[in-house]
Every structure is written in C-alpha cells, then in structure tokens.
C-alpha cells in the first residue's frame, strides 16, 4: 500500500477534512476528496527530509548543558556592552562577519550548530555556502577573528560531528 500511497494515515485524515469543509459527502466531493488526500500525501513524501542518525547521544546532555551555560553567559556579557556602551565607558565595539570553513556536512548537525550560534546572544548565523563548506557568523564584539573559529570549529562543531556523523 506504502507504494501506491506514501502516508496512508494523512491520506486518511485529509479526507474527512475535505468532506467537512465542503460540508457534503456526494460522491464528486468524496472524489475530488480523495484525490486531494493522496495527493497530499505524495507531497508530504516529496517534502520529508531524510532520518537522522543519532551515533552518539550519550554526548547529548552535556552538549546541552555547555549550550545553556554559554547562553546565560553571552546574555550577560551583551548586556554589560549595552549597559556600558550606553554610558560611553569601557572601550569601542567593533562588530563584524567572520567566514568559517566547516568540516561537518549533516543536515541535522549544520540545523544544531545555527541553533547555538543564533541562540547566543551577541552572535548570528547569517549564511552557508554549501558548495565551499563555510558559514558566515555575525559577531556583536568581534575582537579576534581567530578566537572565534576556535570556538565554533572546537566547542561546537568538533562535538556536534560525534553526536550527528
């Protein structure tokens, strides 16, 4: 049945909807139902994106520990630069793009590593150029340009490659 129909269960559930929002079980409307349900349903096939594959998910909890601390942590550090840069102390701010080689090409792991960059505060994923393998990251206080491809490729990347790859 899988063959013929990808998802038989949405294909189920679009049916009764179509019937209750053209509010008539006719036999033209249970047609036209039905051939919108199992079209729906190949599209949702064409959509899918592949499975993931969790290797090591034992590295998880603390992957997600290390994220919730360096977002407590960047939260204050921006803070502290709106507070003081507001006042005119400390010294200037330069913020900038960075340009990251990335060795890690899983879907999943590049959608994990934008989420704890963006999540971040102070820091943004504004590209991927998949035919070079690089992202492009917005940095609020870009001091050193090197200091932050150690933190992505070493921190983030490096154990989101073990846990995705």
Request: aromatic share 6%.
């Amino acid at each position: 049945m899988r063959r013929w129909l990808p998802h038989p269960a949405v294909a189920a559930a679009l049916l009764p909807c179509w019937l209750l929002l053209q509010q008539s079980v006719s036999p033209a409307s249970l047609l036209l139902g039905a051939c919108l349900a199992a079209a729906g349903a190949w599209a949702l096939a064409a959509l899918l994106p592949p499975r993931a594959r969790l290797r090591r998910l034992s590295l998880l909890p603390r992957l997600l520990f290390d994220v919730a601390v360096e977002v407590l942590r960047s939260n204050n550090a921006v803070a502290r630069i709106i507070l003081l840069h507001g006042r005119g102390h400390g010294r200037e701010r330069r913020s900038g793009f960075v340009r990251i080689g990335l060795d890690m090409r899983d879907p999943y792991g590049l959608a994990a590593l934008a989420c704890i960059l963006t999540a971040a505060p102070g820091t943004v994923w504004a590209e991927y150029d998949a035919a070079e393998g690089s992202m492009l990251l917005h940095v609020l206080d870009l001091i050193d340009e090197e200091e932050w491809v150690r933190i992505v490729k070493h921190r983030w990347e490096r154990r989101l490659m073990e846990i995705f790859e």
